[in-house]
């Protein structure tokens, strides 16, 4: 049956932008339908990943030249520089990502058409354009890809004027001297340190009692005393009862109780409040119901390992798959789901992914961590390194962080590294190359390494390491021998 594409993507966000890329490789003929009226690239490009580690990036930037050129400066940096120049340098970078993304999917001759798609059965989406417009579109194959959007607070509304979301923060006019934080999740605690850097005070308030419980202990409390020394302060375990805008003070205050212990009524007087308690897939009114797929209590929609949905000429990628809901792993699902599609093998990828958190200073893990280790009864070790220890840490004035390996003492096999400091999340490929190939962390003694370098870090704590094995009665002599003899 002749059909107009070999296959539909709904979403032009990584996943979506991934899958057209990989089925046009394939020599596939692919359509991606986009409902913004303007940009492609959704969440990643325009309000979630570039935006924010723009903003980040300008703001260290402010904040490294303080730090090392400008110590006694009184004046904070929200005195010396101006909201609209970050913004102006956030844009141009929207711009040439933006346009980037566009010209390779022409380049790739791939289609895009504005609208909302809608799945009407197994190979038709309609698409509805902003004019009212409605075209129907048939491809063998049709991929979900819509994305994410934040969760609305329910006790109160965001104004985008005082009380802000992940979109408004984006548009600030000014750089506040006061922002209340709701949420502690890895986008909270990321826009924390970058307003933070620009001089502004912090509170982080949020439900969850605990939060970032996924990370190594240890670099949770350097962590914690990263953020006490910026005079961030958390208050976790809370319920937010309303945000109000006070006229007769001109501040914005938000109330809020514990949820244990003291249970009275606090208030914190600030100039802004951001909003980013969560996210919720959109997966409504996309006609999932057409092709009787069911999403979980949550929204979002089951898939298996190639991303294929219950229906077999549907698959689904990237925030509406739920976990880990990252621009990086939405990249590969989408090129994993076209491979299946398109019935070319896909290089198989290891389950270990990567977490990158841009804190200032970043974090960043993969594998497991010491403590669940040992719950899971495996008998590790674990090497660390300090950044105050390495030369080139010292030379750029980043000498906060930890580097920290967890490997198996009898056969030294790497199986996590966790890292708190400058580049964590570009330092951390090294370790993954190691674990996904197998490798132990004689690797790293092994090795000569550029000097002076931040991945020398990984050297530092391989020696430490390996010295505790042996304090530990095996012969160091003996582990480097018997690396020789393998
Ligand atoms: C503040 C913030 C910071 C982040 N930082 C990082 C980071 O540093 N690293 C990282 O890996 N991840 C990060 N993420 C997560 C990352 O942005 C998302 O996981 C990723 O964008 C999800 O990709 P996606 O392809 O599923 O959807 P999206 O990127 O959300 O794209 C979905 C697209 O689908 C379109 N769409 C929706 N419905 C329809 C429809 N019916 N018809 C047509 N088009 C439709 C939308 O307009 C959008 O363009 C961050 C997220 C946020 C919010």
């Known amino acids: 049956m002749s059909r107009d594409y070999d296959v539909i993507i709904i979403g032009s966000g990584p996943a979506g932008f991934s899958c057209a890329m990989q089925s046009s490789k394939f020599d596939k003929r692919a359509l991606v339908v986009e409902s913004h009226e303007k940009y492609l690239g959704g969440t990643w490009i325009n309000t979630g990943t570039v935006p924010s580690k723009a903003l980040r990036e300008a703001a260290k930037t402010i904040l490294d030249f303080n730090s090392q050129f400008n110590k006694e400066d009184t004046q904070k940096p929200y005195d010396r520089f101006k909201m609209e120049d970050l ?21 790739n001759e791939v289609d895009v058409v504005r609208g909302f798609g809608k799945i009407v059965d197994e190979n038709t989406v309609e698409v509805e354009t902003h004019i009212g417009t409605k075209q129907t579109y048939t491809a063998k194959y049709i991929l979900i890809c819509t994305g994410s959007s934040p969760v609305n607070p329910d006790k109160f509304e965001i104004d985008n004027d005082k009380i802000l979301d992940y979109k408004s923060i984006l548009n600030l006019t000014h750089i506040p001297r006061r922002l209340v934080i709701i949420g502690t999740g ?17 509170t982080i308030i949020g439900e969850r009692e ?9 670099v949770k409390e350097h962590l914690h005393k990263i953020l006490a020394e910026k005079n961030i302060r958390i208050h976790p375990g809370v319920t937010v009862e309303d945000v109000n805008f006070n006229p007769l003070n001109t501040t914005t205050e938000v109330r809020f109780r514990n949820k244990k212990g003291d249970k009275r009524l606090q208030v914190i007087e600030t100039e802004h409040v951001l909003y980013l308690e969560g996210r919720k897939p959109n997966t409504d009114k996309i006609g999932l119901e057409k092709v009787g797929i069911e999403t979980d209590e949550r929204g979002f929609i089951h898939v298996n390992d190639s991303y294929k949905t219950e229906v077999d000429t549907v698959y689904a990628a990237g925030d509406v798959v739920g976990f880990p809901r990252l621009a990086s792993a939405s990249f590969s699902q989408g090129r994993l789901a076209a491979c299946s599609m398109f019935g070319i093998p896909a290089l198989e990828t290891p389950d270990q992914i990567p977490y990158g958190i841009y804190t200032i200073p970043e974090i960043s ?42 490997f198996d003492t009898e056969t030294l096999k790497l199986l996590g590294v966790h890292i ?37 870090a990984y050297k530092i704590a391989a020696f430490n390491g390996v010295n505790r094995v042996y304090k530990a009665g095996v012969k160091y002599k003996n582990i480097l021998e018997n690396n020789n003899s393998g």
């Open 87 to 107: 913004l102006q340098y956030k844009d141009e970078i929207l711009e040439k990502e933006n346009l980037r993304a566009k010209n390779d999917l022409i380049k």
């Open 186 to 202: 890895v986008n909270a605690l990321e826009y924390a340190t970058t307003f933070s850097a620009l001089g502004t005070r912090i």
């Open 210 to 218: 605990e939060f970032l419980t996924f990370l190594d202990h240890e």
């Open 365 to 406: 893990n993969i594998g497991i961590n010491e403590r669940d280790a040992r719950e899971k009864g495996l008998d590790v070790t674990v090497g660390r390194a300090y950044f105050k220890n390495n030369a080139k840490a010292d030379m750029t004035n980043q000498d906060e962080g930890l580097l920290k390996l967890v």
């Open 420 to 456: 708190i400091g400058e580049q964590a999340s570009n330092l951390i490929h090294l370790g993954q190359a190691v674990i996904s190939y197998g490798g132990d962390v004689r690797y790293f003694i092994q090795h000569v390494m550029n000097y002076p370098t931040l991945s020398e």
